[in-house]
């Protein structure tokens, strides 16, 4: 059964998916590791409740860098807890070489739009202000780029003429919780052939 350290920075509800995914059979995993940069994130609690180990990435105090140093220490934790698939679930810092390089084609992340279009934050605003007539979800493997990596899957969802970014975004999110934990199965299964 595939180990998965989940990184998230917010709410966690991409986290709930697939924790409820695995409970439900629908996903053949394990969750052996949750970590947040901010440390009264709502997935922390999440993970509390769940029973799973968590702990927070010390970032030195820097609100959108990811500090090298910080990056050895979550590549160490995450290897330590025995992870096989790093997934990022709302985690809004850039990964680099140090935490990269441990885990080679093995981080995956979620973005709420169809990339190419859209990377970056807040993607579903920027959806709507530029009047997109659809938009979606991507799972895609990680690279130092920001929303770069080569795609896995993708799931679209129409934008709506009266839509406000609140509104999109929650569509997206309900594909997302669909999407992420039918990827992290399919994933699983091209990683234990290898
Ligand atoms: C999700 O919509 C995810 O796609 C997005 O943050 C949200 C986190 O929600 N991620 C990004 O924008 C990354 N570039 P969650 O904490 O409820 O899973």
Redesign the pocket.
């Known amino acids: 059964m595939i180990r998965l350290g989940i990184l998230?920075?917010?709410?966690?509800?991409?986290?709930q998916a697939i924790l409820d995914a695995i409970q439900n059979g629908e996903l053949e995993a394990e969750i052996v590791i949750v970590l947040s940069d901010v440390p009264d994130a709502y997935?922390l609690k999440r993970a509390e409740r769940a029973g799973l180990p968590s702990g927070v990435i010390d970032c030195r105090g820097l609100s959108s860098k990811f500090p090298e140093e910080a990056q050895r220490e979550t590549a160490d934790i995450l290897s330590q807890a025995g992870v096989e698939l790093i997934c990022?679930?709302?985690?809004?810092r850039l990964l680099r070489p140090p935490l990269l390089s441990a885990f080679p084609g093995r981080i995956i992340?979620?973005?709420?739009s169809l990339l190419p279009n859209f990377p970056?934050?807040?993607?579903w605003t920027q959806a709507v202000e530029a009047g997109a007539h659809e938009s979606g979800?991507t799972v895609h493997y990680v690279d130092a780029g920001m929303?770069t990596g080569t795609i896995i899957a993708q799931a679209s969802v129409p934008v709506l003429p009266d839509d406000t970014p609140d509104r999109l975004?929650a569509r997206?999110?309900e594909e997302?919780h669909k999407l992420y934990p039918a990827a992290i199965a399919q994933i699983a299964v091209k990683l234990e052939r290898e």
């Open positions: 998230g920075s917010g709410f966690g509800s991409n986290m997935i990022l679930a709302g985690f809004m992340n979620i973005h709420p970056g934050l807040c993607a979800c929303d975004h997206i999110q997302e």
